[in-house]
């Protein structure tokens, strides 16, 4: 079993979630999600093995339906019941006007595909 407060295994997995525009400690329900995840794994004690199965559960769970996020800040990835949402795409504004927005701002769309909420964050 791996342990999202050990050291070695946490450095693998923020590696594995750069990958992926993931960010483990994002908030609480991230954090629960990983350390759920991490807890589950019952195979081979090596690097290779545990990152070959950390990008698997990670390409599972962190669906989008073109490109991945390109994040403005940290990733922030949300979550609905506990289970990660399903990246929709994002919507750049360059040089907006002033007294629109008061920097370049990104709006990222995450859809749930067993229920109705639709998540739209802004980042700038």
Not at 72 to 89: D, E
Not at 103 to 109: E, G, H, I, L, R
């Amino acid at each position: 079993m791996l342990h999202f407060d050990d050291e070695h295994t946490f450095e693998l997995l923020l590696d594995v979630c750069s990958e992926f525009q993931v960010d483990p400690t994002s908030s609480p329900v991230a954090e629960s999600f990983f350390r759920n995840l991490l807890r589950s794994y019952s195979g081979p004690q090596n690097d290779a093995a545990i990152v070959t199965w950390l990008s698997e559960k990670l390409a599972q769970n962190f669906i989008s339906v073109g490109d991945r996020p390109h994040w403005i800040q940290n990733p922030q990835w949300p979550f609905v019941n506990g289970v990660p949402m399903i990246f929709a795409g994002q919507l750049e504004i360059k040089d907006p006007p002033k007294r629109v927005f008061h920097d370049d701002t990104t709006f990222y769309v995450f859809v749930h595909k067993e229920s109705q909420p639709v998540v739209v964050m802004q980042q700038y």
